[in-house]
Nanobody
Framework: QVQLVESGGGLVQAGGSLRLSCVAS????????MGWYRQAPGNQRELVAL???????NYADSAKGRFTISRDNVVSTVYLQMTGLKPEDTGVYYC???????????????WGQGTQVTVSS
């Protein structure tokens, strides 16, 4: 019973920047790890970045040094700041929220509808 809404995607020239946001609502006290995945047509959905409830981060090699994931637990929002964008970053970016039960065991993942990011040459 968690809903995720992404925003911030768009069209940008190579080398530019975008900031994606994902707002969670519902049973937000059960949220643990959140993150961003992306998918290009014909490709599998791939990890971009993850962040735990405590703030520990993990990045795909392609994102290291260019992207920064952060979260604000007060407003239940996760962000992805993207700089130095490349055409290969193009795809639909999806927000992920992992939910745990009352004894801290993962019980499921929730996904947003996605936001399109297009990087032109």
């Amino acid at each position: 019973q968690v809903q995720l809404v992404e925003s911030g995607g768009g069209l940008v020239q190579a080398g530019g920047s975008l900031r994606l946001s994902c707002v969670a609502s519902g049973i937000i006290f059960r949220l643990n790890t959140m993150g961003w995945y992306r998918q290009a047509p014909g490709n599998q959905r791939e990890l971009v970045a993850l962040i735990t409830k405590e703030g520990t981060t993990n990045y795909a090699d392609s994102a290291k040094g260019r992207f920064t994931i952060s979260r604000d637990n007060v407003v239940s929002t996760v962000y992805l700041q993207m700089t130095g964008l490349k055409p290969e970053d193009t795809g639909v970016y999806y927000c992920l929220a992992q939910v745990r039960n009352t004894i801290n065991i993962p019980v499921g993942d929730y996904w947003g509808q996605g936001t399109q990011v297009t990087v032109s040459s």
